[in-house]
Antibody, heavy 123, light 114 residues
Framework: QVQLVESGGGVVQPGRSLRLSCAGS????????MHWVRQAPGKGLEWVAA????????YYADSVKGRFTISRDNSKNTLYLQMNSLRAEDTAVYYC????????????????WGQGTLVTVSS | DIVVTQSPDSLAVSLGERATINCKSS????????????LAWYQQKPGQPPKLLIS???TRESGVPDRFSGSGSGTDFALTISSLQAEDVAVYYC??????????FGQGTRLEIK
């Protein structure tokens, strides 16, 4: 069965960096676009970043552009989110999400999400 | 960016009764070339990640009970639960995927038992 397992969250001071990982299994990881979506405590969902199946195209929300970098290692079935210059408003549960279909293009629709990893930015 | 607004913010419905959640987009999400509405609904139960219920405004995902249905076109959509069950208590989100990036979600509707 499909599994997405995020890791790397924790408490970090403002201005510092953190790298999240998402290990995928149960599907052909290298054939699917992948996304990061976050949810601040008690709030709604905010899309953060997306990457094409082969890593050739990447997209970011304006709120994280220039600070966050999405990447993937298809040989390790793993998705990453490098987060630099963290701010208090980046505090959230970060989910990785898998697209619904194998495609050379992003479908922007998610059929499976991981359980999430909590990032807390605080001094 | 397309703004997606849900109503109401919270809703309390008796068991067995109908629940309807509305979703309005700031511009049409209907793609004329394929006549598809790029609108999805997710269910998020406490402590869990979101679960995709409906895509293309009205296509139920595999395994989703048929008491869940989606309707609407263009800018106005609805998620209806025909007969509320206790396990349906959750927050529901709509999401547009017509104009990307970014995708945008509604603010969520909390559904409770009356």
């Amino acid at each position: 069965q499909v599994q997405l397992v995020e890791s790397g969250g924790g408490v970090v001071q403002p201005g510092r960096s953190l790298r999240l990982s998402c290990a995928g299994s149960g599907f052909t990881f290298s054939s699917y676009g992948m996304h990061w979506v976050r949810q601040a405590p008690g709030k709604g969902l905010e899309w953060v970043a997306a990457i094409l199946y082969d890593g050739s195209s990447k997209y970011y929300a304006d709120s994280v552009k220039g600070r966050f970098t999405i990447s993937r290692d298809n040989s390790k079935n793993t998705l990453y989110l490098q987060m630099n210059s963290l701010r208090a408003e980046d505090t959230a549960v970060y989910y990785c999400a898998k697209e619904v279909e194998e495609s050379r293009f992003l479908e922007w629709l998610f059929d499976f999400w991981g359980q999430g990893t909590l990032v807390t930015v605080s001094s | 960016d397309i703004v997606v607004t849900q109503s109401p913010d919270s809703l309390a419905v008796s068991l067995g009764e109908r629940a309807t959640i509305n979703c309005k987009s700031s511009q049409s999400v209907l793609y004329s070339s394929n006549n598809k509405n790029y609108l999805a609904w997710y269910q998020q139960k406490p402590g869990q990640p979101p679960k995709l219920l409906i895509s293309w405004a009205s296509t139920r995902e595999s395994g989703v009970p048929d008491r869940f249905s989606g309707s609407g076109s263009g800018t106005d959509f609805a998620l209806t639960i025909s007969s509320l069950q206790a396990e349906d208590v959750a927050v529901y989100y709509c999401q547009q995927y017509y104009s990307t990036p970014p995708i945008t979600f509604g603010q969520g509707t909390r559904l409770e038992i009356k």
